[in-house]
């Protein structure tokens, strides 16, 4: 089981650097780096059955106190935004009570409002391990769309 203490914020161009975090998401990464998301359609595609799978999402971004932090217990997401910029809302999750109880079928559970906001641009992407409460789909100024691709990486 691969476990990691912070998420991590880069380029498209650098995901070399993080090839060594284990095969699964080393296979996430290069297949990021490998595809043009411009004309795919949205929702679930599979990769490697519910070990690896990518979804992908048209929205537009929201106001702050419209948004709430997730966590993930089964899945490491890796979230490349494909088109658009938005801001990230993160918090480490440090025994926080949700807002919605965990979800073992949807695999997620609800939490207030983040500590932190990081602007990602085409081009970049942001792992969130278990241990990363995150918020997408945050507008920086006015509300923009965005595509969004989230590879979901099974811990």
């Known amino acids: ?3 990691k203490e912070s ?6 161009e650098n995901i070399r650097l993080y090839q060594s975090l284990g095969e ?3 296979r996430a990464l290069t297949y990021i780096g490998k595809t043009d998301f411009s004309a795919m359609n949205t929702g679930r595609h599979e990769l490697e059955g519910d070990d690896m799978f990518v979804m992908v999402f048209d929205y537009e971004t929201k106001n702050k106190s419209d948004c709430q932090l997730e966590a993930h217990r089964k899945y490491i ?3 490349y935004v494909a088109g658009g910029v938005e801001l990230f809302g993160y918090s480490p999750l440090t025994g926080q009570a949700p807002t919605q109880p965990y979800d073992d079928e949807k695999d997620f559970a609800l939490f207030g ?3 932190f906001f990081t602007r990602l641009e085409k081009g970049m992407f942001a792992i969130f391990f278990p241990e990363d409460a995150h ?3 945050v507008r920086e100024n006015e509300p923009v769309m965005v595509r969004k ?3 979901k990486v099974r811990v």
């Open 7 to 12: 998420m991590i914020v880069d380029k498209l």
């Open 24 to 26: 699964r998401l080393s």
């Open 135 to 137: 918020m997408p789909a």
């Open 113 to 115: 409002q983040a500590q």
């Open 1 to 3: 089981m691969l476990t």
């Open 149 to 151: 691709v989230v590879v």
């Open 77 to 79: 997401d890796v979230q």
